[in-house]
């Protein structure tokens, strides 16, 4: 089950969380982890890489399904979480925590909710 | 990514448990059942080495009955029906007039002259029409009683001692049908008593374990699922969703209707023609024989076979399988194994490339990945 979103970070309409910073970190929500099931894999970007705000940049890999990584911010990637890559488990243990995928120096971002306007969309 | 639920969506009589329980439920074939209670490796490794407890009030339920039930279900199915003994089960299919598969179905003969038929949800209705269809000429009563029915299964290498557990499940040799618990086989079932009413016990399933199958009327099952669940605890017994059923079946090389299976399809295409007895003396002339017969002696155009990859990512249903820049195939079911570590999958790929080891690869959403071909099933328990 999910509980709310933490109210200091902002979200995608695909499920993702961005938490502002130098750099700033990106991961993928509790509903979107529940939904995805038990996570057995991580196709991230690599360190060094750009990517754009709105663009596919990972896949996250279920037992049961694949979802797409859809980044929030434009950038580039200074870090990705090698102990979620190497046990995605984490993950659905802790999305908003340990289980974070990407730290990005952000040049720009796309689309963002707050946490009231993500629980609404969730809702739905 | 996240599904819709609707009201329209018929509920299992277990449903109230299942959300008790935490499951997150899924629309599936016009049903509202739990996809998983917790995590769904965690379901399926509990199944492989202790047991998993399933609600599979979904699938449907006919009985058929009367003077010319054997008769009739060699004329209306692939199998020899007429020949599977009282008391035991029968894995076969209905196809259409022109071979192709409408459901596969487990039979159950519990008399002479009274069968029980277990079909996909997504296929009961479909499958009850067309046994009505066909039953013109002979001495039968046919009953949808899949409404009525809740099923509820116990899959695992403890699945046997759990039902020795369970308070309130007794045998009774008066109502059995000559076994005794202890002594039923596989593919056979025996009747029981659960809080003093009969129950139906099938040793049969969908896992690629030992384990059982219990039918009973819709209103008890509440009760039955609470002494099975407080039974099994001790042995590791727990809830396990849909999510865990499709990763089970898959590891053991059981097909899925709507995946492996449908119209298009005979049984001979999925490697299935084992199922099909074209000559059954009371019925030279079953639904779909002819297609069948041309089918059986003709060169297949595709076979079903098992894949591998050697890569993390998974192939998934649908997706094109390749041999250099050909393609030579389509993915029908395909996940992560929890079980091996590797991912898995099923398809149908041209004959010339479905050898044992011949190396393809699967277009994963634009890039190849490596697979090769390997027997099925991927899973086979330790006897």
Known sequence: MSGQPPADLQYTVEHEWYAAGAPATVGITDVAADALGDIVYLELPAVGDEIAAGAVVGEIESTKSVSELFSPVSGTVVAVNQAAIDDPAVVNGDPYGAG?????????TGQLLSAEEYAALAAR | MIQETNVSETRSPLHDEHVALGATMTPFAGWLMPLRYSSDIAEHTAVRTAAGLFDLSHMGEIAVHGPDAAAFLDHALVGAISQVAPMRAKYTMICAADGGIIDDLVVYRLADDDYMIVANASNAATVYGELVERTAGFS??????SSATALVAVQGPRA?????????????AQISGGTAFDALRYYACLRMRFEGQPVLVGRTGYTGEDGYEIWLEADRAVALWRALLAAGQPFGLVPAGLAARDSLRLEAGMPLYGNELDRTTTPYDAGLGRVVVLDKPGSPDFVGRAALVARAEAEPHRVLVGIVGESRRAARHGYPVLSGADVVGTVTSGAPSPTLGVPVAMAYVTPDVAAEGTPLAVDVRGRAEPVRVVPLPFYRRPR
Do not use: M
């Open chain 1, 100 to 108: 974070w995928l990407l730290k990005v120096d952000v040049t720009g």
């Open chain 2, 140 to 145: 039968v009563d046919l009953r949808d009683d």
């Open chain 2, 160 to 172: 046997a001692e759990i039902l020795r557990a369970t308070a309130g499940l007794v045998e009774d």
